[in-house]
């Protein structure tokens, strides 16, 4: 029974550490980079494919990724808070 027991708390244990593993950093600064160079073009497109604004454009994705990072951060510290 005890067995049982530690079995099971162990497997939610390694579930939870699983869920926090994150990706090699240079697979994330590709995605990232990716993420950001998609969201720039969308921004491009936005305006009416009109050029000049190239930095512009990226900055802002950058910003917008960077805050929907910092929320997705907090929503998952909240579950592990809740797990």
């Known amino acids: 029974m005890t067995m049982t027991k530690s079995t099971k708390t162990t497997d939610v244990t390694v579930t939870a550490a699983a869920a926090r593993v994150r990706k090699p950093l240079a697979q994330t ?39 929907d990072r910092t929320i997705d951060d907090g929503l998952q510290a909240a579950r592990d808070r809740h797990a």
Do not use: F, M, P, V
């Open 29 to 67: 600064a590709t995605d990232t980079e990716h993420n950001i160079a998609r969201r720039a073009y969308e921004l491009y497109l936005a305006r009416a494919c009109k050029d000049g604004h190239d930095a512009d454009d990226w900055a802002q994705a950058e910003r917008e990724l960077q805050s």
